[in-house]
């Protein structure tokens, strides 16, 4: 069962504008933990925001920002003020915490490009 | 900078070779885990280990292996390679075994299998 659903294969967003990346997730496990990742073209995986299941607040890193709706089960980032350095592949991702290890799963990814 | 460090970053085989990717955590880091990116099939978990051990496993296939030594170093080994085999191989490390804190991940070592 897909476990993570990233609907967007692909957005443009305007340099300097704020963009959203949509990610629903599917979980009966109470504890669990959200992620999202870029992957620019060099290939490397940067995280960039964590969302705990218990936490009341929304998480946010600088420019970066989660919009965690749990009773819809979405974990949507918010990047504002967009900049071209942003444009790559953005991962969304899950863990579940389980006694006998816990891996992370991913979406299948949106890629993001950023216009000047 | 995400502290893990991988190494090769690339690597070019042919079919029926076998390789060894290294990984190396970040300080203070027990857990390491290893995924597999590739075009096809996106990004697949194949094994975890904590302090040494085996936690967990996913898709990973019998021509494959993996271990991690006393130092907290990972190796994934691949043997009898394929075509198909032809992906880049993340490493990840955490501090623990269980909970949700991040991952972090290393560089990747591309593979490609001619």
């Known amino acids: 069962a897909q476990k993570i659903t990233q609907t967007q294969p692909g957005m443009f967003v305007q340099e300097k504008e704020a963009v959203t990346l949509d990610c629903t997730y599917d979980?009966?496990?109470?504890?669990?933990?959200l992620f999202w990742y870029k992957q620019p073209s060099s290939g490397e995986m940067i995280f960039l925001i964590y969302?705990?299941?218990?936490?009341?607040q929304n998480a946010t890193e600088g420019r970066y920002s989660l919009n965690f709706q749990k009773a819809r089960k979405s974990a949507n980032l918010v990047i504002s003020a967009s900049q071209l350095g942003d444009s790559a592949m953005y991962f969304c991702?899950?863990?579940?915490?389980?006694?006998?290890?816990?891996?992370?799963?991913f979406g299948a990814g949106t890629i993001l490009r950023v216009k000047s | 900078d995400s502290g893990v460090t991988q190494t090769p970053k690339h690597l070019i085989t042919a079919t029926g070779q076998r390789v060894t990717l290294r990984c190396s955590p970040r300080s203070g880091d027990l857990s390491v885990y290893w995924y597999q990116q590739s075009l096809d099939q996106g990004l697949q978990f194949l094994i975890q280990y904590y302090n040494g051990e085996e936690r967990a496993k996913g898709n990973i296939l019998e021509r494959f292996s993996a271990q991690q030594f006393p130092d907290l170093h990972s190796e994934l080994n691949l043997s009898s390679l394929e075509l198909g085999d032809s992906a880049l191989y993340f490493c990840?490390?955490?501090?623990?075994?269980?909970?949700?804190?991040?991952?972090?991940f290393g560089n990747g070592t591309r593979l490609t299998v001619t």
């Open positions: 969302q705990g299941s218990y936490d009341q």
């Open positions: 990840a490390s955490s501090v623990l075994g269980t909970g949700v804190s991040p991952l972090h």
């Open positions: 979980t009966s496990d109470p504890s669990y933990g």
């Open positions: 991702a899950m863990r579940e915490d389980s006694e006998y290890g816990n891996k992370l799963v």
